[in-house]
């Protein structure tokens, strides 16, 4: 089963840049779906961004204009480009993929925005 490691993830400013990145361990060559999603303490974890599998991205209100969502196929990897970060942003962000009918998910990489 093919797994998924984030990175990028760190101590921001608020008003500040990251990106995260997300490695498959092989070729994804189709998929119903794939994306990020972030967990803050205390809450349920929620979707951020996906792409489906006719490549259109979709973004959480909280975030549009703000984040987007892109993939490197000759690296197998997706990233989340993230600007003009909040203190609400603050969470676990967690990479998403959808082949079959259960997900895979990544480890998790910790976002934190100062204020």
């Known amino acids: 089963q093919v797994q998924l490691v984030e990175s990028g993830g760190g101590l921001v400013q608020s008003g500040g840049s990251l990106r995260l990145s997300c490695a498959a361990s092989?070729?994804?060559?189709?998929?119903?779906?794939m994306g990020w999603f972030r967990q803050a303490p205390g809450k349920q974890r929620q979707l951020v961004a996906l792409?489906?599998?006719?490549?259109?991205?979709d973004y959480a209100d909280s975030v549009k204009g703000r984040f987007a969502i892109f993939r490197d196929n000759a690296k197998n990897t997706m990233y989340l480009a993230m600007s003009s970060l909040k203190p609400e942003d603050t969470a676990v962000y967690y990479c998403?993929?959808?082949?079959?009918?259960?997900?895979?998910w990544g480890q998790g990489t910790q976002v934190t925005v100062s204020s």
């Open positions: 092989e070729t994804i060559f189709s998929f119903r779906a």
């Open positions: 792409i489906n599998s006719g490549g259109t991205p």
């Open positions: 998403y993929l959808l082949v079959g009918i259960n997900p895979t």
